[in-house]
Nanobody, 126 residues
Framework: QVTLAESGGGSVQAGGSLRLSCAAS????????VGWFRQAPGKEREGVAA????????RYADSVTGRFTISQDKDEDTIFLQMNSLKPEDTAMYLC???????????????????WGQGTQVTVPS
């Protein structure tokens, strides 16, 4: 069983930066895919980035490529999302998720993930 807990959200002006953390308790296999999603009011949950813990090869949605970086600390079982050059359209609840499979082309599909955190709010005023 895996429990995920996000932290690091807050309010930041456009152009600013935030680093989100996802702390995992329980056992995560090195092959597992860990992803970040976001959901704004009235919108569907959107895949942002993902990483397979074994290969550490990141995947990104087009909307965040070049601005966001996903990384991990395997010893501390923590996955990070560094967000730079934030825009008002980045405003959302950000959730961490984990799959029991390694990341593939499905990485933006919420139904492929088995474990979810409760989320941390990111607000970028316009």
């Amino acid at each position: 069983q895996v429990t995920l807990a996000e932290s690091g959200g807050g309010s930041v002006q456009a152009g600013g930066s935030l680093r989100l953390s996802c702390a995992a308790s329980g056992y995560l296999f090195s092959r597992d895919c860990v992803g970040w999603f976001r959901q704004a009011p009235g919108k569907e949950r959107e895949g942002v980035a993902a990483i397979t813990r074994a290969s550490r090869v990141p995947r990104y949605a087009d909307s965040v490529t070049g601005r966001f970086t996903i990384s991990q600390d395997k010893d501390e079982d923590t996955i990070f999302l560094q967000m730079n050059s934030l825009k008002p359209e980045d405003t959302a609840m950000y959730l961490c998720a984990a799959s029991e499979d390694d990341c593939g082309s499905w990485f933006r599909d919420p139904s492929k993930y088995h474990y979810w955190g409760q989320g941390t709010q990111v607000t970028v005023p316009s």
